[in-house]
């Protein structure tokens, strides 16, 4: 059976990285997934991630019970599940972090911080923890929807970041560092290139990762950016899957059909939907998701416009005529036959299936296109049965498209 030889490393490095906060020695910053990490990191934050909270809710299914705790304090049970199963977990006092890694549960912050370039859900999110712990709160605003993100947008951007630092300042009880901010900038470009270096495997007519593996490897490109931990986690895993593809040997050998998945991952049903396509000899080889953490534009000779820049143009960011743009080069760089669209209910950010884009998509590419409703946590919005049926039937739809097509 394949298997990632790297994932008893990645246990080992989220392993120490939750413990990091265990010892209560350094200063704690929450900070948004694609928020200022970099910056945070480099006055000495130990960085925590409430999505990658989230996640784990979601991973683990006790989402499922945590939700309800939120809606009973005001939340809807439409918005974003991450906030509600996170914000209920922590009206529970529940948390699979004590389960799993020994953590009582989140730990207090020092600093709060987040950047709308996601959504405005992160902003009532962050300031419900704000009011909580009584703690400071920055918030960064970058345009949003743009086709391209020019010089007027990316100073503005940068400006929001430089006003970071008085508040880091005095939240950290440390000097701002330039050439510290520049290592760490450095550091996780590295991580970052390297990441893209795992996924691109999966170009590979047997690839060794697809998209439901690399929603778990990429947990240090998200909690760790900006360390020696993630470069060296990536570099090991880059070295494992580039072997496996010299070797031929990858979780599928010869798929019949290649997937591109966009929009979230159904965290509670990550290994059924892996199954299932593996069962029907499809890979989903590519996602918006896991590419959401390549930032090639991370310049540490550059770090205020380069990091600017970057987080202001990640695809979840963009006008759907960008985002367009990119699923195109991504269908064309993993040889795509087939695109599914996961419409979340609780996640309208990231669902593109809702503006006409599958249509629009498959007029330009030819690429046929299935909508799966779903959600990231909320398991109630999720029909198993009948997403099993839809995606069967387009997989065999696309298995005999291959094979009429001359
Ligand atoms: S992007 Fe979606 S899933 Fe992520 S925090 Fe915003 S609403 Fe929630």
């Given at each position: 059976m394949y298997t990632i030889q790297a994932s008893a490393y990645l246990k080992e490095t989220m392993g120490a990285y939750f413990h990091s906060?265990?010892?209560?020695?350094n200063k704690v910053a929450w900070c948004t997934s694609v928020g200022p990490a970099e910056l945070l990191r480099s006055f000495g934050f130990e960085v925590y991630f409430p999505e990658n909270h989230g996640a784990l809710l979601g991973a683990t299914r006790t989402a499922m019970d945590s939700i309800p705790e939120a809606v009973k304090c005001g939340f809807s049970g439409h918005v974003c599940s991450y906030t509600t199963s996170d914000i209920g977990a922590f009206l529970q006092g529940q948390s699979p972090l004590r389960k799993?890694?020994?953590?009582?549960g989140a730990p207090r912050p020092d600093l709060i911080v987040y950047n709308?370039?996601?959504?405005?859900?992160v902003q009532d999110w962050f300031n419900f923890y704000a009011r909580h712990f009584q703690c400071p709160v920055a918030g960064i605003y970058p345009p949003r929807h743009l086709d391209a993100v020019g010089e007027a947008e990316t100073s503005l951007v940068a400006k929001q970041f430089k006003d970071l630092i008085p508040i880091c300042e005095q939240a950290s009880g440390r000097s701002f560092d330039p050439d510290r901010f520049r290592e760490v900038v450095r550091l996780s470009k590295e991580a970052t290139l390297l990441w893209q270096q795992a996924l691109r495997?999966?170009?590979?007519?047997?690839?060794?990762?697809g998209f439901f593996d690399a929603t778990i490897h990429m947990g240090p490109i998200v909690?760790?950016?900006?360390?020696v931990q993630a470069v060296d986690y990536y570099r090991r895993l880059v070295g494992e899957l580039e072997a496996n593809v010299l070797e031929g040997r990858g979780f599928l050998n010869e798929p019949v059909t290649r997937i591109f998945w966009d929009g979230m991952p159904i965290w509670g049903k990550l290994r059924m939907l892996s199954d299932l396509f593996i069962q029907n000899r499809?890979?989903?080889?590519?996602?918006t998701y896991c590419n959401s953490w390549i930032f090639d534009q991370f310049d540490e000779a550059d770090p205020w416009t380069s990091t600017a820049k970057a987080y202001t143009e990640i695809f979840i960011n963009r006008s759907e005529k960008a985002k367009m743009d990119m699923l195109v080069q991504w269908f064309e760089e993993y040889s795509i036959d087939g695109i599914i669209y996961h419409d979340s209910k609780t996640c309208f950010n990231n669902s593109n299936a809702r503006f006409g884009m599958p249509q629009q998509l498959r007029d330009r590419t030819g690429i046929p296109a299935l909508v799966v409703e779903g959600d990231l946590c909320d398991l109630r919005f999720f029909s198993e049965g009948q997403s099993i049926t839809r995606i069967e039937t387009f997989l065999e739809q696309l298995e005999s498209r291959k094979v009429t097509m001359p």
């Open positions: 906060f265990a010892n209560g020695q799993h890694y020994g953590l009582e709308t370039n996601q959504c405005r859900e495997t999966a170009a590979a007519e047997n690839p060794p990762i909690v760790l950016r900006g360390t499809s890979a989903v080889v590519a996602s």
